[in-house]
C-alpha cells in the first residue's frame, strides 16, 4: 500500500498550475460534500432513527478506515471534516428543505464544482487523477487537508 506521501506526491504531479489549485481547494471539498448530500438523499431502510445516521455516513466508515491507514491525524480530519459535512446536510434539511432539497443542492453543486475542476484541468493541461486510479477520488480531499496541515504546521 502506497504511503500517504506517495499518494500525495502522485495526485499533485496534476495540480501544479496556480489557477487548477485555487480551483480544486474550493471545488474538492464542496464536491465531498455533495457526495455526502446525494447518499443522504437516498431513503435508509430503518426507520425512527436520527437523521443524520444513513447511507452517507454508513459509507463513510470504510472510507475514514482508508484515511486512517494513509495517516492517523489524515483519518482525525477527514473525520472531522466529515462530520461537520453531516452537520451541514441536517442543518439544510431541518432548514432550508421548502427552498431547496438537500438531493437537489447536492446535484446543482456536484454538477457545477465538477465542470469546474474539468475547468481547471484543462487549464493544467493534464488529466485528473482519478483517470488513473479511481482510489484518487478520496485522496482529493485528503490533498487539500494536508495543505491545510502544512499551513498550520501539523505533521501528517
Excluded at 448530500?37 to 459509507?59: E, H, K, Q, R, Y
Excluded at 472510507?63 to 495517516?71: D, K, N, R, V
Excluded at 484543462?122 to 483517470?131: L, N, Q
Aim: with cysteine; hydrophobic share 55%; net charge positive.
Amino acid at each position: 500500500m502506497k504511503s500517504i506521501t506517495q499518494w500525495l506526491e502522485e495526485y499533485g504531479v496534476s495540480h501544479k498550475n496556480k489557477t487548477n489549485k485555487i480551483i480544486h481547494y474550493l471545488c474538492v471539498p464542496t464536491i465531498y460534500m455533495t457526495v455526502f448530500g446525494l447518499l443522504w438523499s437516498i431513503p435508509f431502510p430503518i426507520a425512527d432513527i436520527p437523521m443524520w445516521i444513513n447511507w452517507s455516513t454508513v459509507i463513510a466508515i470504510p472510507a475514514m478506515f482508508f484515511y486512517f491507514s494513509l495517516s492517523f491525524t489524515v483519518g482525525l480530519g477527514m473525520t472531522l471534516f466529515s462530520a461537520l459535512v453531516v452537520a451541514f446536510l441536517q442543518w439544510w434539511q431541518l432548514t432550508m428543505a421548502d427552498t431547496m432539497s438537500v438531493l437537489v443542492m447536492s446535484v446543482l453543486v456536484f454538477v457545477i464544482a465538477w465542470i469546474l475542476q474539468f475547468v481547471g484541468h484543462h487549464v493544467e493541461g493534464k488529466k485528473p487523477s482519478f483517470i488513473k486510479d479511481l482510489q484518487f477520488l478520496l485522496i482529493g480531499p485528503a490533498w487539500i487537508l494536508c495543505f491545510v496541515y502544512k499551513k498550520l504546521n501539523i505533521r501528517y
